[in-house]
């Protein structure tokens, strides 16, 4: 019997974001997430939370639940609820699901998948694709609410939009306006965080309230974005990958400038295009006078990540942010940091040619596929199996995972990290050619 998905309805929504079932000393953990728990109540055989990975081979999906994650099997007879397929999953990572399971031999088997569309409570009048949206921010006296978490806000956000985090919505009802007529616009990432805060809202008595279904994503294919300043601090001192362009007159970038900054006058910003780097998808921050426009450049350039800091040099070192000296970097440089857990090209292949006593390798890939090739002193561990097949690894080795594409690796990777055995993987693709030797290549 197939479970009906459970639409939040608008009390729901005016109850807090916190579950209210928090799991004894060596309890197994709620599979819902917490956001969903302000909504729903837990019940067996059904797990909400977000979409993680899915990985068709293996016919698994990993979901988020905030505190953990989990693995559940499908099968041909796994049906969906407004996905198109099981195949078209894939393209709603991090986005909300329900999944009914049954569990069999110790594994949780998906009956149906079904993406929250919670879209579908809010009317038509009440959405603004991007076009629209665009036109509504000109709407005077206009509130724009950015209700992703807040580490997301202060990293980018829209324009003039103030935070009004879902997860602590109460905390931050203060933000909203006195007067509960005045025109209110809400987005996220696109996901069910908006329409919940939507619901909220109106609870409040608010009657004119729209929301940007397109969220951030989308904005940021377009247009720039704004950082806040202690999250850029935040991000320097962590040594956090990005370019900092600082656009002041040279005199003044001498005397101070953040750290790893390069100096651009915003006259030679066409002709600095070349010397930027050629992945699109690199994060910019731009500073000082024509920040904007320039910001508005790179996004007419392709650039996907460009955000602007909206305080001026004097209020940046006002605030204690860091400072250095001198004449800037002149080459602008970007080298992305690993993903956590991850070990690098290098080191695997290192690892392949020559093993180490301490160190066992695991294709987490289905038995059926070692006839594509393998690595010599590899176990094979399935990902769907892996939490209780680890026990076979003594634990005084370090794991290290891999797939075909990285992907099964990294599921196994989170639910290793959960179960507190030492382990990265590998996050690249693998194949093996018709001798059976391995290519390796950067995802």
């Known amino acids: ?55 068709m081979k293996s016919k698994t999906i990993q ?3 905030m505190d ?4 559940v099997k499908f099968t041909d007879d796994t049906t969906v609820k407004y996905v198109k397929s099981l195949e078209d999953i894939k393209n709603y990572r991090t986005k909300g699901f329900q999944i009914n399971f049954t569990e069999k031999d110790g594994s949780k088997i998906a009956t149906q998948v079904i993406r929250f569309d919670i879209l579908r409570a809010i009317g038509d009048d009440e959405k603004l694709d991007k ?15 950015d209700v992703r978490p807040m580490d997301a806000y202060k990293a980018a956000h829209i324009p003039g939009a103030l935070p009004l985090p879902a997860p602590a919505f109460d905390k931050f009802v203060k933000n909203l306006p006195e007067d509960k007529t005045t025109p209110i616009a809400l987005y996220c990432t696109g996901g069910c965080l908006s329409p919940t805060a939507a619901m909220k809202t109106k609870a409040l008595g608010y009657t004119n309230v729209k929301i940007y279904t397109g969220g951030y994503p989308e904005w940021s294919q377009g247009e720039y974005g704004v950082v806040e300043a202690d999250w850029l601090k935040g991000a320097i001192a962590a040594a956090t990958p990005q370019v900092i362009i600082d656009l002041r007159p040279e005199a003044e970038v001498r005397a101070g400038h953040l750290p790893g900054a390069v100096a651009i006058a915003p006259s030679e910003l066409e002709q600095a295009k ?14 000082g006078p024509g920040s904007e426009a320039a910001a508005a450049k790179m996004v007419v350039w392709g650039y996907k990540m460009v955000r602007i800091l909206p305080v001026s040099f004097g209020e940046w070192q006002a605030a204690g942010g860091p400072v250095a000296n001198g004449p800037t970097a002149t080459e602008i440089v970007f080298v992305p940091k690993p993903k956590p857990g991850t070990i690098s090209l290098a080191e695997f292949q290192e690892l392949v040619a020559k093993p180490a006593k301490n160190i066992q390798l695991v294709d987490v890939r289905n038995a059926d596929e070692l006839e594509e090739g393998t690595l010599k002193g590899t176990l094979n561990l399935p990902v769907d199996d892996i939490a209780q097949a680890i026990k076979a690894v003594p634990t005084g080795q370090e794991v290290v ?10 599921m196994a990777h989170n639910l290793l990290d959960q179960e507190g055995r030492a382990n ?19 995802n």
């Open 274 to 287: 070349g010397r930027f780097p050629e992945r699109k998808n690199v994060p910019i921050v731009f500073y």
């Open 401 to 410: 995972l891999y797939c075909n594409t990285g992907i099964r690796a990294e």
């Open 1 to 55: 019997m197939k479970r009906p998905l459970l639409i939040p309805c608008l009390f729901a929504a005016t109850l807090g974001l916190a579950t209210t079932y928090p799991a004894a000393a060596g309890e197994a953990k709620v599979p819902m997430a917490k956001l969903c728990g302000g909504c729903h109540t837990p019940e067996p055989g059904v797990m909400m939370g977000f979409l993680d990975n899915i990985a």
């Open 63 to 65: 979901m988020d639940f």
């Open 424 to 442: 990265r993987y590998l996050d690249a693709k693998l194949t093996f050619n018709d001798d059976g030797q391995p290519m390796i290549a950067e």
């Open 131 to 145: 076009a629209a949206f665009l036109k509504y921010r000109e709407t005077p006296g206009l509130k724009l609410y």
């Open 68 to 71: 953990h994650k989990e693995v």
